[in-house]
Nanobody, 125 residues
Framework: VQLQASGGGLVQPDGSLRLSCAAS????????IGWFRQAPGKEREGVSY????????YYADFVKGRFTISRDNAKNTVYLQMNSLKPEDTAVYYC???????????????????WGQGTQVTVSS
């Protein structure tokens, strides 16, 4: 089982990045995918979630209107398009997979089954 997050890097404020999360070793379309992030000295926080078929998405308030999550089940990949990036978005971003959950709106609270290794996003001028 593997989740490979990629696409991070250094970007200037108001810039954009697209993160990818490539999955292998499990039945990808049976799992919802969450993106989380952790900045130095801070707790990990949920950023966005997409349901197994991609019909339901959620965003943390601090990224609404700026980030867009999507998935391509044919490619076993989830994407996080990040626009209008701010310095406070600087963090390591992780993707994680969770099986069927009863209340998708509570997506950050569940125990995720698989985690990727993280990709660093740095927003700085």
């Amino acid at each position: 089982v593997q989740l490979q997050a990629s696409g991070g890097g250094l970007v200037q404020p108001d810039g954009s990045l697209r993160l990818s999360c490539a999955a292998s070793g499990f039945t990808f379309y049976d799992y919802g995918i969450g993106w989380f992030r952790q900045a130095p000295g801070k707790e990990r926080e949920g950023v966005s979630y997409i349901s197994r078929r991609g019909s339901v998405t959620y965003y943390a308030d601090f990224v609404k209107g700026r980030f867009t999550i999507s998935r391509d089940n044919a490619k076993n990949t989830v994407y996080l398009q990040m626009n209008s990036l701010k310095p406070e978005d600087t963090a390591v971003y992780y993707c994680a997979a969770v099986g069927k959950i009863p209340y998708a709106s509570r997506w950050p609270e569940y125990k995720y089954d698989y985690w990727g290794q993280g990709t660093q996003v740095t927003v700085s001028s």
